[in-house]
Structures are given as structure tokens and as C-alpha cells.
């Protein structure tokens, strides 16, 4: 039955209100007339108003295209409840007089498309000079009309071909909702579970949902994404986007392949497509062979329908390439906002590892906050659970393999801590090791076998709160070391037989080295050099590294 639609629709992708969806943009196909931003009355405020001009056919079409600027409606989990909605009014009608109003969508570059009469609206209502009129139109009838809900690119509201010269109408509130008490939430990613791609077209096998900065939708070709920037400038001034639907407080995995001939950096990232950008992004140095980047990320009091995937660019000259983008819910945000790369066997893990600020790092209340001047320094005033005070870092971990934790810390209170790798979610899976701090800084190195347990949701934590007293963290570091043949134990096998234990044997820079005062500073040009002034204790003047080694012995009992 047609008649007024009183239903209270949540929004889950709006192209119109008070303004043009970011990724979007108003458009003429024929015609080519200005189609502009009009102020109306105070219920509506800034409307979008359309004029229809006779195109060198003798009609045009006008809407909303997202085609070229990456804008995409992927709508399909709502086809059983979801709607199309928007208001509409008659500002003049048409020269030739009354005429049919038509509604298209096109999907997919144009491969699928619906046509559909106003009247065939809910409301069932033709449109009238100078009243504001609601249209509803249900997607589950789109769909059957031929319309792929998954990327929609272009919708038009217009009068039919070569019989609208003349016309000037004005829309607003236009959006894909569902009704408001569904159980369906109103937020397209929400919509896809944890590990579900949230990227279109990830493989660059098209144009198709990428837009940006001038030129970046031409930089598509053969399955790959490449740019070469001439000058160097602000790092936005060359910027791929996808833009997406991302919940704050969550936590996100972004995945990506790629390489640069000239072994530069660019900025990878989530954040929201207009003013204030909030954003979580990382600078990722480039290599001349193809690598595999993750960066996992917590969107920290910002995501909307009107949100992106980044790539900036234009901070340094030389060429990128990029192909198969990926981004993944992977659960409920931690709280830090950070980012991490997870690279390839023996490269760094850890983002920040310095501490040059609180870039990357959360946990419990105040962690962030206890990073000054290069150094995290925590002082517990109260013993409690080890989890009670807790500094963290999110990462992938992969799951049965072999990584090297290594830092440098202190305690003026000569106090423990418990330092290891694990889960962020339940079950809290993890492998630690409790180590006796002292006053002088020492560097410490943990051998740990992810048996089991790993995911894009995982973290390098120091549980801090089980003991009273101060701790100072500092160069945190994380890599993969081997295929996962270690025990799995807290200290794992410290590798394979005959493999090498040492850590930076060669002296390419102080990691990895500690001892008394002075130890680490003696290493330099690859060299460790000391010139003792006076004789005393022969461990007075030390030089160390930690590590894991592990006693096997056989056990014979006579009774």
C-alpha cells in the first residue's frame, strides 16, 4: 500500500546532508551546467538544487557520482531491511510541462544499474511544484531491479530524457538507511565481522572505488598502483584514498604490498575524510623489492560513514608502488591509537621503540602519558595484580614462531617486572619472563615462541603492578627470528643447534649490548674499544649480552 513512510531510519551511508559526501560530487552527464549548493528554508538549510539543461542529445541526467573520486555505496548487507532515501522539491517544472521523474543507480563502473519511477516510491507520490515531498525507495526492489548493492557509484533523480529542459529541483537528507529499531547496526563496517575485508577492488584490478588528489585514479594500471612524485612537499598533496565506513574505538589491520625504486618513505593510514582528519597513520620506508606492510590501528574517538583508507605520498620524490590493499576489523580498540609494521624475518617490529613520543604505546591509564624526554618511567605507588599497571604495544603476531624481545631498563628500586608477548583479546594467551631490575641500565633480550597463539590483535606488554617502585623502559625492540623451532617455553631454545645467539656480534651500533656504566657507549664505528684507567674487580669493567641458554642433561636413578 503507498502512503506516507513514518518509519525512523538509522543512517548507514548518506551522500547529502548539509553538505556533499567528501568522496562524491554533484554532476551533470550532458548538459555539463553548474549544479550548486542552494540555501532553503529552516527546516532543510543547504540543499543541493539541480538544473536540467538540453544536452547535445537533446536530454541529460544529473546526481550524485562517486565513480572517479572513490566514493562507493556498498549497501548489500542491508538488502532485506535497508532503504534509499531522500527529499525532494520542485523549485520550476519542465518547459514541455508535467513529465515522469526517474531514479537510477548505477554499480560497479556501470556493469549493473536500476531505473525505477518515482511513483513506484513507497509514498508513491509524483513530484509538486514547490512542496517538499520524502521518497523511499527499499534496496531489496533495487536489487531485483538489476542493481548490484555492493558498490554503488552513481545516483541520479531526474525527469525523463529530453522532456526535462527547463527544470530546477532540489534534493536533500539523501542516504541508505534501515529502520532504527532493526537489529541491523547503523554503521556499514559494523556489518562485517572481525577479519571481513572492508576494501573494494584491493587488487587494483580496476579504477573502480579509488580516488584522491589529481592524477590517482590514472595511476591505476595493470593490477598495480603507481606513482612517480617530481617534487617534494606536503604529504598530502599525493594521496590515494578509498573511502569506507570505520567505528571509532576499534581496532583495525591494514595490509599492503609494496615497493619503491628509489627506497623512500610514504604514510600509511585510517582517518576521517573531512574537517578536523582525525587520523592514525604510519611512515613506512620503502624497499626496491615487494614487502608485505601491516599496520594495526586503533581508531581512538573518530570513524563515521565518511571515513578512508590513506596513502600519502608527497613528502618525498621518487616512485611508489602499491597493490593488494587490505583492511580488517580485527576487534574492540584498546585505547592506543598506534600503529605497528610487522615486516619480514629480522626487521623491527616495534613502531616508537625510542620513545621519541607517545606515538604507538597505550595500556593502562597513564602509560602514555609516562613517556617523557625519550624514556618511559612509571612509578607504582601500590602493589597489585602484574596487569594493573601495564605499558603495550599492538602488533601481529604470528602464531608458532620465534621472536627476540629486547630492552633496555632500570630501577633505582631494583624491583621485577614481567615482559612478554601475547594476545590483546581473550583468552590472553601469552609467554612472559619476570626479570630483577637493578639501578644501572641493562639490556635485556627474551627468546619467545608464539605456540599456539597469534593474531592481528596481539601486543609486546611490560606488566608492571605487582611490586612497588620505579621503572624506566627504553629501546624496545621486536623481531622475528626464525620458522617457530624454539620450545615454546617463556626463554624459549635461544634458536636452532648451531645457530647464532648473538644479537649485533658485529657492533653496527649498541644494541643488544649492555654491562656496567660506559659498556654501551664504547661501541662505535663497529667496534667495542675500552681503555682501563685502573685495576680493580675484573667484573668492575663489564661488557654483556643477554640471552637464553638451555642445559639438557640425562638423569640415571638406580633403586
Not at 160 to 170: I, P, Q
Not at 252 to 270: E, M, Q
Request: glycine share 14%.
Amino acid at each position: 500500500m503507498k502512503g506516507p513512510d513514518n518509519t525512523v531510519y538509522d543512517r548507514a551511508y548518506t551522500l547529502y546532508q548539509d553538505a556533499v559526501n567528501s568522496a562524491w560530487r554533484l554532476w551533470d552527464c550532458c548538459a555539463f551546467l553548474p549544479q550548486v549548493e542552494a540555501e532553503d528554508d529552516a527546516e532543510h538549510g543547504s540543499v543541493v538544487e539541480f538544473t536540467i539543461g538540453e544536452g547535445s542529445d537533446g536530454g541529460t541526467v544529473v546526481g550524485f557520482f562517486g565513480r572517479d573520486t572513490g566514493g562507493v555505496a556498498d549497501v548489500d548487507d542491508y538488502i532485506n531491511e535497508g532503504v534509499l532515501r531522500f527529499d525532494m522539491k520542485v523549485v520550476t517544472m519542465p518547459d514541455n510541462g508535467e513529465t515522469s521523474w526517474l531514479l537510477k543507480l548505477e554499480s560497479a563502473g556501470g556493469n549493473t544499474a536500476a531505473e525505477v519511477e518515482l511513483t513506484t516510491s513507497k509514498q508513491g507520490e509524483t513530484p509538486v511544484l514547490g512542496e517538499w515531498q520524502a521518497y523511499t525507495f527499499p534496496l531489496i526492489e533495487l536489487a531485483s531491479a538489476g542493481l548490484d548493492l555492493t558498490a554503488i557509484d552513481i545516483v541520479m533523480i531526474f525527469p525523463s530524457w529530453g522532456n526535462g529542459t527547463g527544470a530546477v529541483y532540489r534534493i536533500d537528507n539523501i542516504y541508505f538507511g534501515i529502520p532504527s529499531d532493526d537489529d541491523i547496526s547503523n554503521d556499514i563496517s559494523e556489518q562485517k565481522g572481525n577479519g571481513e575485508e572492508l576494501i573494494l577492488n584491493g587488487m587494483f584490478d580496476s579504477s573502480a572505488n579509488w580516488g584522491g588528489t589529481d592524477g590517482m585514479v590514472d595511476s591505476i594500471s595493470n593490477g598495480i598502483f603507481t606513482a612517480d612524485v617530481a617534487v617534494a612537499g606536503n604529504p598530502w598533496d599525493v594521496s590515494l584514498k578509498q573511502n569506507m565506513t570505520l567505528i571509532a574505538d576499534r581496532t583495525y589491520v591494514l595490509k599492503f604490498d609494496a615497493r619503491s625504486d628509489d627506497a623512500r618513505d610514504i604514510i600509511a593510514g585510517l582517518g576521517l575524510d573531512h574537517d578536523p582528519w582525525t587520523n592514525v597513520v604510519e611512515t613506512v620506508t620503502l624497499t626496491n623489492e615487494w614487502t608485505t606492510y601491516m599496520v594495526t590501528i586503533t581508531t581512538v574517538g573518530f570513524g563515521d560513514d565518511n571515513s578512508r583508507v590513506l596513502f600519502d605520498l608527497g613528502a618525498a620524490v621518487g616512485e611508489v608502488q602499491l597493490d593488494n590493499v587490505s583492511v580488517q576489523l580485527v576487534g574492540e580498540g584498546s585505547g592506543n591509537g598506534g600503529g605497528t609494521v610487522v615486516t619480514t624475518p629480522g626487521e623491527e617490529i616495534v613502531a616508537n621503540g625510542g620513545f621519541d613520543s607517545a606515538a604507538s604505546w597505550g595500556g593502562t591509564d597513564g602509560m602514555a602519558a609516562s613517556i617523557s624526554n625519550g624514556i618511559f618511567s612509571a612509578n607504582i605507588a601500590a602493589a597489585g595484580n602484574p596487569w594493573d599497571v601495564s605499558l603495550k604495544q599492538n602488533m601481529t603476531l604470528v602464531p608458532d614462531t620465534t621472536y627476540t624481545l629486547t630492552f633496555d631498563a632500570r630501577s633505582a628500586d631494583s624491583r621485577e617486572i614481567m615482559a612478554g608477548l601475547g594476545l590483546d583479546h581473550d583468552p590472553w594467551t601469552n609467554v612472559v619472563e619476570t626479570l630483577t631490575l637493578t639501578p644501572d641500565w641493562t639490556t635485556y633480550t627474551l627468546t619467545i615462541t608464539t605456540t599456539g597463539f597469534g593474531d592481528d590483535a596481539s601486543r609486546v606488554f611490560f606488566d608492571l603492578g605487582a611490586a612497588t617502585g620505579e621503572v624506566q623502559l627504553d629501546n624496545i625492540s621486536v623481531k622475528i627470528v626464525d620458522d617457530g623451532s624454539g620450545t615454546g617455553s617463556g626463554g624459549g631454545a635461544g634458536g636452532t643447534a648451531g645457530g647464532e645467539l648473538l644479537i649485533n656480534g658485529g657492533f653496527d651500533s649498541a644494541t643488544g649490548w649492555g654491562g656496567t656504566d660506559g659498556m654501551a657507549a664504547s661501541v662505535g664505528g663497529g667496534i667495542f674499544s675500552a681503555d682501563i684507567a685502573a685495576a680493580g674487580n675484573p667484573w668492575d669493567v663489564s661488557l654483556k649480552q643477554s640471552m637464553t641458554l638451555v642445559l639438557r642433561y640425562d638423569v640415571f636413578i638406580e633403586i
